[in-house]
């Protein structure tokens, strides 16, 4: 069952607890109106029975004696009063015919029962037998005791409303010598109650149709983009990233849930495309050297033997090539690890430290270039040291083959801010156009594709820049350069806290 359910569309199940619970809400509202208002038309009918009984009580069963008259003034005391009629009731057997006869009347029917149990009726003809109930002994008890007594019964299938009421005698403060028992059909409340279900059934029916049609029809509306979004999911399962679902116009969750989704498809369709452009350049990049030393094989296989010098020099092109493949694939390797691990484990590090030791360790290759580094303010970081120096090296690698090797200048700066610490390599160099200023951090991009290769560049190294310096929670400033007036790279770490 639950299986069956599950299985159904969303909009329907939706629609389906819709209707169910409006279902439940308008069948308990019409049922309490329903039988509150049954419950008022029986008191109302009780109610008037009750005043009709006590109305004719009022008439017919005696009052209290008069008092006896005062003495009249001027009479001696001792004079002699001649005394008032004694009072005397009726018997309460012509009280019960009185009563019984007085309140029968076309559909309501009298009876007067004593206590000894004898019931007295209205003894006139009618054409159709006059139906009472018998009550149950209890609730006579009761009503003998005092208490107005109402209930309903079936008689012969005719619904009947019986009121049994009191009958104090000879006098109104006396006991209790009779009931009455009045009983009324219950037809015209019936009627009442009647035309009252078929309005309650026909406007519950009415509300539960405009609700299905209407629930089928909001869910539908509101389903839609679902539906869009299914089927665009279907063609970029089919490959077309290029596919979204667009959904500008909503605000609501639906169009929420279709711009995140347009977002990520976005976002993989990008990282698709750089991985498609990664492999192709990764092999254009491992097929060069590949190729030369390929090349300098089939040059040791066709040489004459005896020719040592051009079996050096090849094989030392070959050894170039060699050392060329394993940066690459040391730099590959890199940022293969970076990508899989973007948050590093932090540690304190001192980035002015760092930077001292990659200068120094880097003046060789500098020859007679300028290295100055300057440092102000706390420079105490967090981050992987080895990762660090990583960026400094190759910073400074590329600053070093951007200068001259006589006339390069190149500063190295870390600045501590208050809550982050700013590093910046400056250089004298021939600049960076400014079309390529925006592609430098991209992989295996180059502004001077000769000159990179000539001098065993991957492309690589500003790529792996920028990979450890977001995943230290820093971030790589725009480039400022120029052509002939040199180049700056800045970059933001956040700084530790004391």
Sequence with gaps: ????????????????????????????????????????????????????????????????????????????????????????????????????????????????????????????????????????????????????????????????????????????????????????????????????????????????????????????????????????????????????????????????????????????????????????????????????ISGSLEVLLMAPEGDPEMARRVLHGMRREVQRLTRLVTDLLTLTRLDARRRPNPQAVDLATLAREVIEGMRALAKNRALTLETEGNTQGYGDADQLKQVFYNLLGNAIQATDAEQGKIILRVQGAAQTVQVSVVDNGGGIPEPAQAHIFERFYRVDKARARASGGSGLGLAIVRAIVESHAGHIEPVESAVGRGTTIRFTLPRAQN
């Design 1 to 292: 069952m639950q299986t069956r359910w599950n299985n159904l569309p969303l909009g329907y199940r939706l629609t389906l607890l819709y209707v169910g619970l409006l279902i439940l809400l308008l069948g308990v509202f019409g049922s309490l109106l329903y039988f509150d208002t049954r419950n008022f038309l029986i008191r109302t009918t009780a109610f008037r029975l009750e005043a009709i009984a006590n109305s004719a009580l009022n008439r017919i069963t005696p009052g209290e004696p008069p008092p006896p008259a005062p003495n009249p003034s001027g009479l001696d005391a001792r004079t002699p009063i001649t005394p008032t009629r004694t009072f005397t009731p009726p018997p309460f057997e012509v009280i019960a015919r009185n009563l019984a006869r007085d309140l029968t009347w076309q559909d309501t029917t009298a009876v007067v029962i004593e206590r000894a149990g004898t019931r007295w009726s209205d003894d006139r003809e009618t054409t159709e037998p006059r139906v009472q109930p018998t009550p149950d002994p209890g609730l006579l008890a009761r009503a003998f005791t005092g208490e107005t007594i109402t209930f309903t019964a079936n008689v012969t299938g005719l619904d009947l409303l019986t009121v049994l009421i009191p009958v104090p005698y000879p006098r109104t403060n006396t006991t209790i010598a009779g009931v009455i028992q009045m009983s009324i059909p219950l037809g015209p409340v019936e009627d009442v109650l009647g035309r009252q279900r078929t309005l309650i059934i026909g406007g519950v029916s009415a509300a539960l149709l405009v609700a299905t049609l209407g629930g089928l029809w909001l869910t539908q509306t509101a389903l839609r983009p679902l539906q869009v979004m299914i089927a665009v999911c279907r063609r970029i399962a089919g490959g077309d990233l290029s596919q979204r679902v667009n959904l500008p116009q909503r605000r609501d969750e639906t169009g929420q849930l279709a711009a995140a989704f347009d977002e990520m498809v976005a976002r993989l369709e990008d990282a698709f495309t750089m991985q498609r452009q990664f492999v192709a350049d990764a092999s254009h990049e491992l097929r060069t050297p590949l190729t030369a």
